[in-house]
């Protein structure tokens, strides 16, 4: 009759888990791209297209970096949709999430100011590409 009781468990504390600070969506265009890219407040990410899903470190500089340039577009004050009605089999078409506001636009309407956010977050996928393992280079040539 011995045992657990009268016993206390030490409580176990849990780390917060990261927020989401990014979610950026590129679809479309001439290569049909279908990619994403999640990043979170901790610097990690997420990266995912077509036969790729790939986590990505985004240092400090970088996140901050990349919060300057929303707040330079005033990402907050955009509105929600900037499309140009026009039909166009070759445009890439963009969703960015930043602190839950969302904006949806296409090559073709990119409003000037979001421009420089598009264009970093573009060099964050293509440097997560460029960091992919050798091993794993190789193993893509044979499949």
């Known amino acids: 009759m011995s045992g657990c009781l009268g016993v206390k468990t030490p409580s176990v504390s849990r780390a917060t888990p990261p927020a989401i600070l990014v979610d950026y969506l590129r679809t479309g265009g001439v290569a049909r791209l279908d990619e994403r890219l999640v990043i979170f407040n901790n610097g990690d990410a997420v990266f995912s ?38 039909y166009g089999a070759d445009f890439v078409h963009y ?12 090559d073709s309407a990119v409003p000037p100011a979001l421009q420089p956010v598009i264009d970093e977050l573009n060099r964050i996928i293509l440097t997560g590409q460029e960091q992919e393992p050798a091993a794993q280079q190789f193993a893509n040539l044979y499949t």
């Open 49 to 86: 297209g077509k036969d790729v899903n790939r986590e990505i470190q985004i240092n400090q500089t970088e996140l901050e970096t990349l919060s300057n340039l929303f707040d330079k577009a005033q990402f907050s004050m955009l509105e929600n949709n900037y499309t140009s009605h026009r």
């Open 95 to 106: 969703i960015i999430s930043y602190h839950g506001k969302i904006v949806y636009t296409e």
